[in-house]
């Protein structure tokens, strides 16, 4: 069975470092249809057919090992054979295959297809998916049995934290009730200031109190990251659980709603939507706003041209990458009408410059960040650099 990976640093980086040898290597981005019918796996199958057909043809124009190509056939055949079968397909995948290697990884993310053939794997958009990486917690906020949740790119994790399932739990109420009956009948009545309904609202609301700070002792003691915290609950227990926390990274959106019986699957978008809106999307406006500052006040500190960048990132100059390496679309082959962000790829012809550059930069530890084409500080520009300082570049960008 085919093995799909994450996307990681360490799997990366693997593939990156074995750029240094000079055989032919084959990367696919390929989506995949995830409503699983007959239609649409032969809908599949004819368009992975036609993947390994083009790919083969260019091998042989290349005159490469017949040896290589008869493995490559033979590969991706039992590897979308495997993959065809998987219940829960990816969004898409990204496939490498080069002598000795092939890796299959599961994309958090839907992707055009795009297909290379090189000395080195196309990774650019990957660093991209990389920069953007986020793990993250989601807490359920419920009084009838909470419960924490791990999270990253790719989905929602159910994690080791044990809370009590209620304040009856907690502070064994249904006890202490009792015996507050009992004590209050055997002195007459409660005539020494018991006020009915008025007084189990306050304990109550008493026992609530209680039961968040002890949600909010055992996240703050167990996580010394402090990962970001989104909060899913009914609107007044959130608020009432902000209030009494002293957990110091609560994300600012929360998932209303009453969820004692719940998927987490059917959670992830909405998580997944405020990850990208209060952390990721800031994060890209202020290398934005940074470039267009640069650009006014420090032109020579930032590079449009495409020769330039390949230069400054071998040189180790880059600070910020910037890849026009995202589309905001709903032309993918799944049947949606919603638009969504897909991976997207330049012409051919200059791809294999952004890689390199890309490459050199993540190696350097730069950043790398994908962005829509219609969000690039330099509408119609595919790659864009702020440097670190500036090594005497061929040609100014301004």
């Given at each position: 069975?085919?093995?799909?990976?994450?996307?990681?640093?360490?799997?990366?980086?693997s593939?990156?470092?074995?750029?240094?040898?000079?055989?032919?290597?084959?990367?696919?981005?390929?989506?995949?249809?995830?409503?699983?019918s007959?239609?649409?796996?032969?809908?599949?199958?004819i368009?992975i057919?036609?993947?390994?057909?083009?790919v083969?043809k260019?091998?042989?124009?290349?005159?490469?090992?017949?040896?290589?190509?008869?493995?490559?056939?033979?590969?991706?055949?039992?590897m979308?054979?495997?993959?065809?079968?998987?219940?829960?397909?990816?969004?898409?995948?990204?496939?490498?295959?080069?002598?000795?290697?092939?890796?299959?990884?599961?994309?958090?993310?839907?992707?055009?297809?795009?297909?290379?053939?090189?000395?080195q794997f196309y990774l650019?958009?990957?660093?991209?998916?990389?920069?953007?990486?986020?793990?993250?917690?989601?807490?359920?906020?419920?009084?009838?049995?909470?419960?924490?949740?791990k999270?990253?790119?790719?989905?929602?994790?159910p994690?080791?934290m044990?809370?009590?399932?209620?304040?009856?739990?907690?502070?064994?109420?249904?006890?202490?009730?009792?015996k507050?009956?009992?004590?209050?009948?055997?002195?007459?009545?409660g005539?020494?200031?018991?006020n009915?309904?008025?007084?189990?609202?306050?304990?109550?609301?008493?026992?609530?109190q209680?039961f968040?700070?002890?949600?909010?002792?055992?996240?703050?003691?167990?996580?010394?990251?402090?990962?970001?915290?989104?909060?899913?609950?009914?609107?007044?227990?959130?608020a009432?659980?902000?209030?009494?926390?002293?957990?110091?990274?609560?994300?600012?959106t929360?998932?209303?709603g009453?969820?004692?019986?719940?998927?987490?699957?059917?959670?992830?978008?909405?998580?997944?939507?405020?990850?990208?809106?209060?952390?990721?999307?800031?994060?890209?406006?202020?290398?934005?706003?940074?470039?267009?500052?640069?650009?006014?006040?420090?032109?020579?500190?930032?590079a449009?041209?495409?020769q330039?960048?390949?230069?400054a990132?071998d040189q180790?100059?880059?600070?910020?990458l910037?890849?026009?390496?995202?589309?905001?679309?709903?032309?993918t082959?799944?049947?949606?009408?919603?638009a969504?962000?897909v991976?997207?790829?330049?012409?051919?012809?200059?791809?294999?410059?952004i890689?390199?550059a890309a490459l050199?930069?993540?190696?350097?530890?730069?950043k790398?960040?994908?962005?829509?084409?219609?969000?690039?500080?330099r509408?119609k520009?595919n790659?864009?650099?702020?440097?670190?300082?500036?090594?005497?570049?061929?040609?100014?960008?301004?």
């Amino acid at each position: 069975m085919v093995r799909i990976l994450k996307i990681s640093d360490k799997e990366i980086k693997s593939l990156i470092n074995d750029s240094q040898n000079k055989n032919p290597k084959i990367t696919i981005y390929l989506s995949i249809n995830t409503a699983i019918s007959s239609e649409h796996i032969s809908a599949d199958n004819i368009r992975i057919k036609n993947i390994k057909n083009e790919v083969i043809k260019k091998l042989r124009l290349s005159e490469q090992d017949t040896n290589f190509i008869d493995e490559f056939s033979q590969k991706i055949d039992e590897m979308m054979s495997d993959i065809l079968t998987i219940h829960d397909l990816p969004q898409g995948l990204l496939i490498c295959i080069s002598p000795g290697i092939t890796e299959v990884f599961r994309l958090p993310i839907e992707t055009k297809e795009y297909v290379v053939i090189d000395d080195q794997f196309y990774l650019a958009p990957i660093l991209g998916i990389i920069n953007d990486y986020r793990d993250f917690y989601l807490l359920v906020l419920t009084l009838h049995d909470p419960k924490l949740f791990k999270g990253d790119a790719y989905g929602l994790y159910p994690t080791n934290m044990k809370f009590d399932k209620s304040p009856d739990e907690l502070l064994n109420i249904d006890e202490i009730n009792t015996k507050n009956v009992q004590s209050k009948s055997a002195n007459g009545g409660g005539s020494g200031g018991y006020n009915g309904r008025g007084g189990e609202k306050d304990q109550a609301n008493s026992d609530r109190q209680k039961f968040w700070r002890m949600i909010d002792r055992k996240l703050i003691k167990s996580d010394e990251e402090k990962l970001p915290l989104i909060l899913a609950g009914i609107d007044s227990e959130i608020a009432e659980f902000i209030n009494i926390s002293h957990y110091p990274n609560i994300l600012n959106t929360h998932i209303e709603g009453s969820y004692r019986i719940f998927k987490p699957n059917e959670l992830f978008p909405y998580v997944d939507q405020i990850v990208y809106q209060e952390i990721i999307e800031p994060e890209h406006e202020k290398i934005i706003a940074e470039y267009n500052r640069l650009s006014v006040k420090r032109s020579d500190l930032v590079a449009d041209n495409t020769q330039d960048i390949v230069k400054a990132s071998d040189q180790g100059m880059v600070d910020k990458l910037i890849l026009a390496g995202l589309r905001f679309t709903n032309d993918t082959i799944k049947e949606k009408s919603k638009a969504e962000y897909v991976l997207s790829f330049p012409s051919h012809s200059i791809a294999k410059k952004i890689n390199l550059a890309a490459l050199d930069a993540w190696r350097a530890s730069a950043k790398v960040i994908n962005l829509d084409m219609d969000q690039m500080p330099r509408l119609k520009t595919n790659m864009l650099a702020i440097l670190r300082y500036n090594g005497g570049l061929s040609s100014a960008s301004y």
